[in-house]
């Protein structure tokens, strides 16, 4: 059995992981600005904590899973935050997807806590957390990257080192880009079918093995369809990583035109009233409705 972690962050992907680790029999401390969310992992067996250090104390692993990097800080070092209550050693594990550069500070500020830092994004989604297929890139000294892995090998099936501190991160956000494009290039070909008068929902069928396959593809294009807007993401999370992306391109000097128009179409979403809702809903774009 794993040593016992909190879970900071329970929301629809903080809830998958700690629904995964409960069932893996880790024990599991819980906390949640939002009360029901930690009732919900408590009726699996976590312990709902009332704060960040009540949920570390005692805690091996400390795993967050939030919004921003002033969240990640906040949680930690901020007034009531597990760093008060951590043991020296406490391994921190940012499941978030934040800024790289702000995430080499936040690794600092641990080490100088006597605290360890491993930053480990994500891609797969709840569905894949909750089967434990979850791909993780990981950042952080090896040493903590190879413990850290003791725990989320129960909800991943791919884990890798991407190198030192923010390095995970930063592999997220080339995900992102590459799932951001993705999403686009998707919905348009969808409709192009349509109008087309090709049945879209056997195309990735016709394609599968071929150069232009892909997991979106193959999950999305028939969801777009269907018009199946099921929400196992959110189209303002995807303006949070393509912005975080492009201050990184500003910051490297990359040109990423492409990146720079798949953000704008996600941008234009979320001011049409679509951001809280899943990437199946770029099909709205491509077909001219609006949301009343």
């Not at 805690?59 to 002033?70: E, I, M, Q, R, Y």
């Not at 600092?108 to 989604?125: F, K, N, Y």
Request: hydrophobic letters at 45%.
């Amino acid at each position: 059995m794993t040593e016992t972690t909190a879970l900071i962050g329970a929301g629809a992907m903080g809830n998958a992981i700690g629904t995964r680790l409960l069932e893996c029999a880790v024990p599991l401390r819980v906390f949640d600005r939002n009360p029901p969310k930690v009732e919900a992992l408590a009726d699996l067996g976590a312990t709902g904590c009332a704060g960040p250090a009540e949920a570390a104390k005692g805690a091996a692993f400390v795993v967050t899973s939030l919004n921003s990097a002033a969240a990640v800080e906040a949680v930690i070092f901020g007034s009531g935050g597990a760093a008060e209550t951590a043991a020296p050693g406490t391994l921190i594990i940012d499941m978030s997807s934040i800024d790289p550069g702000a995430t080499r500070d936040l690794a600092t500020r641990a080490a100088e806590a006597g605290l360890a830092w491993v930053d480990s994004p994500l891609s797969g989604g709840a569905p894949k957390a909750l089967t434990g297929q979850l791909t993780l890139m990981a950042g952080g000294a090896e040493g903590d990257v190879t413990r850290a892995h003791d725990l989320l090998r129960h909800v991943s099936a791919n884990y890798t080192r991407m190198g030192g501190p923010g390095a995970g991160q930063a592999t997220k956000l080339i995900n992102q880009v590459l799932c951001g494009l993705g999403f686009v290039a998707v919905a348009e070909a969808t409709k192009l079918a349509e109008d087309a008068g090709v049945d879209a929902a056997r195309i990735p069928g016709a394609l599968r093995g071929g150069r232009a396959d892909s997991a979106i593809l193959q999950e999305y294009m028939p969801r777009f369809a269907a018009r199946d807007y099921a929400k196992t993401g959110r189209i303002d999370n995807m303006v949070k990583d393509l912005n975080a992306v492009q201050d990184l391109a500003r910051a490297t000097g990359t040109a990423m035109p492409l990146t720079a128009l798949a953000a704008e179409i996600h941008r234009m979403m979320t001011a049409a009233g679509w951001g809280g809702e899943d990437q199946a809903t770029l099909m709205e774009f491509f077909t001219g409705a609006g949301r009343g």
